[in-house]
């Protein structure tokens, strides 16, 4: 575990990612707003650039809204072939530091720079991190923003402080003066639900969370949560740096092109969910004890409601028949935007009750109004339609590779650049032109003046 007087915790965190990825390999967009996500009416924003932020658009955003803020941005659906390659890339050279990497996800992960140096001071430190982001920079063509402090809630918290393209270490003896002024929202797990509770009883700094009486807190928030958000506040972090994370939960989920309101309908839907599910738990020999319907409504609001069996299952008969139930206690008369299943409180056995087959029994349920998604295989699901995707490699058979600018109406343009060119010139070709092919994406040579 890291010496809490010593900052040997390092957060990186890559700067707008999916989006970055897409500037730096397509010259055109480079400086431009870039937003990548669910393209169609129904889509989500999963990343969009500092140059679309600066109109207001941010991840989980509807699409819809983010063309009304940004029509000139460039849409994009997601190439996540390129942006695993440079995941795995950046996450070697993180090994190259510690064997205590803990990725959080493509693009986030905690380093654990004690393991392997013993000797660490912030001038240490400092220099370790600068060398990361110089190596990071080099070999992918992306920024990355670092944050280093004793724990990982600090060193969490120093990243996105002058985000994009920086550096931030905070000395152990000077967290507490850092972390007094911000928001309690500043808090990673503090949610819109518990940050508002928190304000209303006018805990509105961390300063003043820290001050707060733990006997009050756990009254309002229970005790595990009020607990550990008064340690927290009071720079109080124990948790290790995890190689190896196990999944938390196993989930699938479907945006609909229109609201549902048909419950046969979102019936028969949630039942091939729950089989994808079972299918991966099957496959990973593994079963959980927690069910949980997801439901986003027509007004973009979410619903999670979860029961907590008494065995663990990875029967697909039961988990559909749970969430059935789950999803029968919901209103869904205005609309359904979204439906997912999930199942948590993983572990390797599954305990089957044979009686469950012949006589289900009722269990407890607990609900939460809170908007905490359930783990998705990726952020936004496939495109609406078969055919040419908004940023898709693809190559020429005479013009070489490029990328899909836009489809529709029978035609599909094209821009043919790439990392090292360039900005490229665009081709409109019919879309069942038998010349033009999707590609693999292209590669980054860092050698490349």
Request: glycine share 8%; with cysteine.
């Given at each position: 575990m890291t010496?809490?007087?010593?900052?040997?915790?390092?957060?990186?965190?890559?700067?707008?990612?999916?989006?970055?990825?897409?500037?730096?390999?397509?010259?055109?967009?480079?400086?431009?707003?870039?937003?990548?996500?669910?393209?169609?009416?129904?889509?989500?924003?999963?990343?969009?650039?500092?140059?679309?932020?600066?109109?207001?658009?941010?991840?989980?955003?509807?699409?819809?809204?983010?063309?009304?803020?940004?029509?000139?941005?460039?849409?994009?659906?997601?190439?996540?072939?390129?942006?695993?390659e440079v995941s795995r890339q950046v996450m070697e050279l993180a090994h190259q530091l510690s064997p205590l990497v803990e990725p959080l996800s493509l693009d986030e992960a905690f380093v654990d720079l004690s393991a392997a140096h013993p000797d660490l001071d912030v001038a240490a430190v400092t220099d370790i991190a600068e060398d990361f982001r110089a190596a990071v920079r080099t070999r992918t063509g992306l920024t990355v923003s670092v944050g280093v402090g004793a724990s990982k809630l600090v060193a969490k918290i120093a990243s996105d402080l002058r985000k994009p393209d920086a550096l931030v270490v905070v000395p152990p003896a000077e967290q507490e003066e850092l972390l007094a002024p911000m928001s309690v929202r500043t808090i990673p797990g503090v949610g819109a639900v518990t940050g508002d509770r928190l304000v209303r009883s006018g805990l509105k700094t961390i300063g003043a969370l820290a001050a707060a009486d733990e006997g009050e807190l756990v009254r309002m928030l229970g005790k595990a949560h009020g607990s550990a958000l008064l340690a927290f506040a009071r720079g109080i972090d124990p948790r290790p740096v995890v190689a190896e994370r196990e999944a938390k939960s196993v989930s699938a989920e479907e945006t609909f092109a229109v609201d549902?309101?048909?419950?046969?309908?979102?019936?028969?839907?949630?039942?091939?969910?729950?089989?994808?599910?079972?299918?991966?738990?099957?496959?990973?020999?593994?079963?959980?004890?927690?069910?949980?319907?997801?439901?986003?409504?027509?007004?973009?609001?979410?619903?999670?409601?979860?029961?907590?069996?008494?065995?663990?299952?990875?029967?697909?008969?039961?988990?559909?028949?749970?969430?059935?139930?789950?999803?029968?206690?919901?209103?869904?008369?205005d609309g359904v935007r979204l439906l997912g299943v999930g199942v948590s409180g993983l572990s390797e056995f599954s305990q089957t009750d044979l009686l469950h087959e012949l006589e289900p029994e009722p269990e407890d349920v607990t609900t939460t109004d809170e908007d905490e998604p359930l783990e998705s295989p990726q952020p936004y699901g496939p495109p609406a339609a078969l055919g040419w995707r908004p940023g898709q490699d693809v190559r020429h058979e005479e013009f070489g590779a490029g990328w899909v600018q836009g489809s529709g109406a029978g035609r599909v343009t094209v821009r043919f650049e790439g990392p090292h060119t360039p900005v490229g010139r665009i081709r409109t070709f019919r879309d069942d032109d038998s010349a033009l092919a999707p590609a693999d994406p292209p590669v980054f040579d860092p050698e490349h003046p």
């Amino acid at each position: 575990m890291t010496d809490p007087a010593v900052p040997g915790v390092m957060h990186l965190d890559l700067d707008a990612f999916f989006a970055a990825v897409e500037q730096r390999d397509k010259p055109s967009l480079r400086g431009k707003p870039v937003v990548v996500g669910g393209t169609g009416g129904r889509g989500v924003v999963s990343t969009a650039s500092y140059e679309a932020r600066a109109f207001g658009i941010g991840s989980a955003m509807p699409t819809a809204r983010a063309r009304r803020l940004c029509p000139n941005a460039a849409y994009l659906g997601g190439r996540f072939e390129a942006y695993r390659e440079v995941s795995r890339q950046v996450m070697e050279l993180a090994h190259q530091l510690s064997p205590l990497v803990e990725p959080l996800s493509l693009d986030e992960a905690f380093v654990d720079l004690s393991a392997a140096h013993p000797d660490l001071d912030v001038a240490a430190v400092t220099d370790i991190a600068e060398d990361f982001r110089a190596a990071v920079r080099t070999r992918t063509g992306l920024t990355v923003s670092v944050g280093v402090g004793a724990s990982k809630l600090v060193a969490k918290i120093a990243s996105d402080l002058r985000k994009p393209d920086a550096l931030v270490v905070v000395p152990p003896a000077e967290q507490e003066e850092l972390l007094a002024p911000m928001s309690v929202r500043t808090i990673p797990g503090v949610g819109a639900v518990t940050g508002d509770r928190l304000v209303r009883s006018g805990l509105k700094t961390i300063g003043a969370l820290a001050a707060a009486d733990e006997g009050e807190l756990v009254r309002m928030l229970g005790k595990a949560h009020g607990s550990a958000l008064l340690a927290f506040a009071r720079g109080i972090d124990p948790r290790p740096v995890v190689a190896e994370r196990e999944a938390k939960s196993v989930s699938a989920e479907e945006t609909f092109a229109v609201d549902l309101t048909d419950r046969r309908d979102l019936g028969e839907r949630l039942r091939r969910m729950a089989d994808r599910v079972a299918a991966r738990l099957a496959a990973a020999g593994l079963s959980g004890r927690t069910v949980t319907v997801k439901v986003r409504r027509y007004d973009f609001s979410t619903l999670n409601r979860s029961r907590t069996l008494a065995h663990a299952t990875s029967s697909a008969r039961e988990i559909v028949q749970n969430a059935t139930e789950l999803l029968d206690a919901v209103d869904v008369a205005d609309g359904v935007r979204l439906l997912g299943v999930g199942v948590s409180g993983l572990s390797e056995f599954s305990q089957t009750d044979l009686l469950h087959e012949l006589e289900p029994e009722p269990e407890d349920v607990t609900t939460t109004d809170e908007d905490e998604p359930l783990e998705s295989p990726q952020p936004y699901g496939p495109p609406a339609a078969l055919g040419w995707r908004p940023g898709q490699d693809v190559r020429h058979e005479e013009f070489g590779a490029g990328w899909v600018q836009g489809s529709g109406a029978g035609r599909v343009t094209v821009r043919f650049e790439g990392p090292h060119t360039p900005v490229g010139r665009i081709r409109t070709f019919r879309d069942d032109d038998s010349a033009l092919a999707p590609a693999d994406p292209p590669v980054f040579d860092p050698e490349h003046p």
